[in-house]
């Protein structure tokens, strides 16, 4: 089967392959990909960014339907359209697997980067990280839940954004615009979004296409003081670092009200970060740092796509092949794309 993948360490170093179809083991079931999304996380694999254990087939947001199941597979059943939680090779036997966090344990290793991926045709996958797809939801609509669930388990279950609360949403690209559409649907009264003049092109108009209508281009407009002006000078209750700018986190202190919070979701790729310290401690801010996905919030996440509550379709701007990835990668770095999907 034809398969994306990293050959070597090093920049570059992605091909097309022919590999052999998988076969699943004990608790495991195979999954025929009907689509990929393209995550930040293959673009820093790409680029030698982020750790991998070549040679490695690519891809972590997949959907499919289940055509094979293995020894000891309990629930099950061919035919059945899933997505899947990407926590495969947590130990389950360290202090975060036995509280229930396998997102973060340090021995996990996913697909797309510690184990083969979906940008092929078939994936094996154990058969307890599965997620049934509700009938009616799309495959493509599928394949946006894991990401968008990063989003559920960040603002909703950590950060615990409230009915009523002022957001603020720093970075309009796709997770940025997710988190904006799941603080809306948990009640935010008004999710304001900041963005560069880099994001006018694409990301600042699908924020409006969106029904966003607080959008602010810091190249054109003072965040700090529009927020004021927002909040009557109390500034938000709420806001969700998604850019990863070591120039843009030091000023969310100055968008947050005294004693809010500040969700931090956008990495800086190893970047230090410059912080007026004292400014944070005499706010009295909650900071909340995230990594992964709860397994809570795969259902929820779910819900809310399959409800119409938070569309995250509507962010796919590429549906192309594997054989067109080079394509969609270098359209996604130079801003031409928000969401990309592969299809085997």
Same mark, same amino acid.
């Given at each position: 089967?034809? *398969?994306?993948?990293?050959?070597?360490?090093?920049?570059?170093? &992605?091909? &097309?392959?022919?590999?052999?179809?998988?076969?699943?083991?004990?608790?495991?079931v195979?999954?025929?990909?009907?689509a990929?999304?393209?995550?930040?996380?293959?673009?820093?694999?790409?680029?030698?960014?982020?750790?991998?254990?070549?040679?490695? &087939?690519l891809?972590?947001?997949?959907?499919?339907?289940?055509?094979?199941?293995?020894?000891?597979?309990?629930?099950?059943?061919?035919?059945?359209?899933?997505?899947?939680?990407?926590?495969t090779?947590?130990?389950?036997?360290?202090?975060?697997?036995?509280?229930?966090?396998?997102? %973060?344990?340090?021995?996990?290793?996913?697909?797309?980067?510690?184990?083969?991926?979906?940008?092929?045709?078939?994936?094996?996958?154990?058969e307890?990280l599965?997620?049934? &797809?509700?009938?009616?939801?799309?495959?493509?609509? *599928?394949?946006?839940?894991e990401?968008t669930?990063?989003t559920?388990?960040?603002?909703?279950?950590?950060?615990?954004?409230?009915?009523?609360?002022?957001?603020?949403?720093i970075?309009? #690209?796709?997770?940025?615009?997710?988190?904006?559409?799941? *603080?809306?649907?948990?009640g935010?009264r008004?999710?304001?979004?900041?963005?560069?003049?880099?994001d006018?092109?694409l990301r600042?108009?699908?924020?409006?296409?969106?029904?966003?209508?607080q959008?602010?281009?810091? #190249?054109?407009?003072?965040?700090g003081?529009?927020?004021?002006?927002?909040?009557?000078?109390? #500034?938000?209750?709420?806001? %969700?670092?998604?850019?990863?700018?070591?120039?843009? %986190?030091?000023?969310?202190?100055?968008?947050?009200?005294?004693?809010?919070?500040?969700?931090?979701?956008?990495?800086?790729?190893?970047?230090?970060?410059?912080?007026?310290?004292?400014?944070?401690?005499?706010?009295v801010?909650?900071?909340?740092?995230?990594?992964?996905?709860?397994?809570?919030?795969?259902?929820?996440?779910?819900?809310?796509?399959?409800?119409?509550?938070?569309?995250?379709?509507?962010?796919?701007?590429?549906?192309?092949?594997?054989?067109?990835?080079?394509?969609?990668?270098d359209?996604?770095?130079?801003?031409? #794309?928000?969401?990309?999907?592969?299809?085997?």
């Amino acid at each position: 089967m034809k *398969a994306l993948v990293k050959t070597q360490k090093g920049k570059g170093f &992605i091909e &097309i392959r022919d590999v052999p179809e998988p076969r699943p083991g004990p608790g495991e079931v195979k999954i025929e990909v009907a689509a990929c999304g393209v995550c930040g996380t293959d673009l820093h694999v790409w680029h030698d960014q982020f750790p991998y254990w070549p040679p490695v &087939i690519l891809g972590h947001e997949f959907a499919g339907t289940i055509v094979e199941l293995g020894a000891d597979c309990k629930r099950a059943r061919v035919g059945q359209r899933v997505v899947g939680e990407p926590h495969t090779r947590a130990c389950g036997q360290c202090y975060l697997c036995r509280t229930g966090n396998i997102q %973060i344990c340090a021995e996990k290793r996913s697909p797309g980067w510690g184990i083969d991926g979906a940008m092929t045709r078939y994936i094996c996958h154990p058969e307890k990280l599965l997620h049934d &797809i509700p009938d009616g939801m799309s495959f493509d609509q *599928a394949a946006m839940v894991e990401p968008t669930a990063n989003t559920v388990t960040d603002v909703i279950e950590r950060a615990k954004i409230t009915a009523g609360d002022f957001a603020v949403v720093i970075g309009p #690209g796709p997770i940025g615009l997710l988190a904006a559409m799941v *603080a809306r649907a948990a009640g935010a009264r008004e999710v304001a979004i900041i963005g560069t003049p880099g994001d006018v092109d694409l990301r600042l108009p699908k924020a409006k296409e969106l029904g966003f209508t607080q959008i602010i281009n810091i #190249g054109q407009t003072n965040a700090g003081e529009a927020i004021k002006d927002l909040t009557r000078g109390v #500034g938000a209750d709420l806001v %969700i670092e998604c850019s990863g700018s070591p120039r843009a %986190i030091p000023g969310t202190v100055d968008l947050v009200r005294k004693m809010g919070k500040i969700c931090v979701i956008g990495l800086t790729g190893n970047r230090n970060v410059e912080i007026p310290w004292d400014k944070f401690c005499f706010k009295v801010v909650d900071i909340i740092f995230n990594l992964s996905t709860s397994y809570t919030s795969w259902d929820r996440t779910i819900s809310l796509i399959h409800k119409g509550l938070v569309p995250a379709e509507k962010l796919i701007t590429h549906r192309e092949s594997i054989d067109n990835w080079q394509k969609v990668f270098d359209d996604l770095e130079k801003l031409k #794309g928000l969401k990309a999907l592969l299809h085997p």
